[in-house]
């Protein structure tokens, strides 16, 4: 009977290490399928990020942008689209935790192609208005400062294109310049 326990206990001790062998060779081919250093990462989707900061007080300034694929112009009547998205559209100090005004808009991609950024001076009740404008680019090091402006808004109702530039199929920003183009009727 002993030789018959010593014979299980062979092949259960041989069945233990036939199961950790195999247990550690899957291991070793599911870290290389998984960590190839050969492998090249995909590189991040570009973004945009526009920002606005104006004088403190019951004024309403909006931001209204438009880029390749939008159907509509985005602003605070349409704040979604297929590149951009508003993420807050500030009315002044009314219902407001904080003193200071300000909007921001960020896309979701940088799709090749022409883009325009307006302000519009929706409800300004004391003019000038002194706006603070900066785009910025998504980098693997940060944000990359674009444009940055200081504009003056000076009177009720106006629209003022802050810029329009061109993306190319790399992501490279260029043709910036300061041409009218009318968003609110787009």
């Not at 092949?11 to 399928?33: E, K």
């Amino acid at each position: 009977m002993d030789e018959n326990h010593e014979a299980i206990g062979n092949a259960n001790r041989d069945l233990l290490l036939s199961i950790i062998s195999i247990l550690v060779c899957l291991v070793a081919v599911l870290g290389i399928m998984v960590h190839d250093p050969a492998e090249k990462k995909a590189d991040p989707p570009g973004q945009f990020s526009v920002s606005i900061v104006w004088d403190l007080g019951q004024v309403d300034v909006d931001l209204w942008m438009n880029a390749p694929g939008e159907k509509n112009s985005i602003g605070y009547s349409n704040k979604n689209g297929v590149v951009w998205d508003l993420l807050r559209d500030d009315t002044g100090n009314t219902s407001d935790a904080m003193p200071y005004n300000y909007e921001n808009a960020y896309s979701r991609g940088m799709p090749a192609g022409d883009y325009t950024i307006n302000l519009f001076c929706f409800h300004c009740t004391k003019v000038p208005v002194t706006v603070t404008f900066k785009l910025e680019q998504s980098a693997k090091t940060g944000m990359n400062l674009i444009y940055e402006k200081v504009i003056t808004l000076t009177y009720q109702g106006e629209q003022f294109t802050v810029l329009n530039f061109h993306v190319d199929k790399n992501g490279v920003v260029s043709g910036i310049n300061h041409v009218q183009k009318d968003l609110l009727r787009k």
